[in-house]
């Protein structure tokens, strides 16, 4: 007795009738990948991808490789050939998964200031921090600092009130050593050219004015992948790995990335 590749389903093997048997087999291995069957398709590079009907008629979708810009994967309606003509619109109403095993190129920018000088005069050293997308930018900070303090302590100060600042920390982590003084974005997404972190003397006296900050690493925007069906009513499952997957019911509703694995039905 034969059986189905997944699910391990009887096939009905007989001499009487071939093709109504060759028929008969060939639907329930199309019932057996949509009920049990995993696709694992590798959809390296930047260029959409449309399956064909065998593979969409898969349970789960599992896409590999590395991601060089955001791509579309097409799942087709899957037709109902028993119909006459066929039909495109029968026998679309199904779940499916979505696992996204890809990987990106993508990077969280990084911004360097260093502070030159020592303090001559108690006051305000002046920061001001301007980047695409940060509420208030151009962002003005007045840091308090002391006779005598060293580069490596204004910075300190200077990191510590930009740790504090909501504005900045929506955006970026703070960090740095020394002089310096490091903004690193929270989340990979395009260079931003405008970033900058200007320093200089406000009522404080005995820095050097530096104006313009340093693209230490440049930010690359995380690459998704996303689905799209036609199957309207369909249900689908996005299961996040590594970058986000976007879920369409019919072209409309779009889901986005989640930290964790996650599941959702479409409405």
Not at 133 to 138: A, D, F, N, R, Y
Not at 241 to 261: K, Q
Request: a neutral charge; one cysteine or more.
């Amino acid at each position: 007795m034969a059986l189905t590749k997944f699910l391990k389903l009887n096939k009905n093997v007989s001499e009487h009738d071939q093709s109504k048997i060759t028929t008969i087999n060939t639907e329930m291995d199309e019932l057996d990948s949509s009920l049990g069957g995993m696709l694992t398709l590798p959809v390296s590079g930047s260029s959409n991808v449309t399956l064909t009907r065998t593979q969409a008629l898969n349970a789960v979708y599992r896409f590999t490789g590395v991601l060089t810009g955001n791509i579309i994967v097409y799942i087709p309606v899957v037709a109902n050939l028993a119909l006459t003509p066929p039909t495109t619109t029968v026998g679309a109403l199904r779940c499916f998964a979505v696992w996204n095993a890809t990987t990106d190129t993508s990077v969280a920018q990084v911004e360097t200031a260093t502070v030159v000088g020592t303090i001559t005069t108690a006051g305000n050293a002046t920061v001001i921090i301007t980047a695409a997308g940060m509420t208030g930018s151009p962002k003005t900070k007045s840091v308090a600092v002391a006779l005598n303090d060293t580069a490596s302590l204004v910075a300190g100060k200077i990191r510590t009130a930009l740790i504090e600042d909501v504005d900045v920390s929506a955006l970026f982590v703070t960090s740095g050593s020394g002089a310096t003084v490091v903004l690193t974005r929270n989340t990979a997404a395009a260079n931003d050219a405008t970033l900058n972190i200007n320093i200089d003397n406000g009522t404080c006296a005995g820095l050097t004015a530096a104006p313009t900050s340093a693209n230490t690493t440049a930010g690359i925007a995380i690459s998704t992948l996303t689905i799209r069906t036609s199957a309207v009513g369909s249900l689908g499952l996005a299961v996040r790995r590594n970058n986000p997957v976007d879920l369409f019911h019919d072209g409309l509703n779009v889901l986005t990335r989640s930290a964790e694995w996650w599941s959702t039905p479409n409405v």
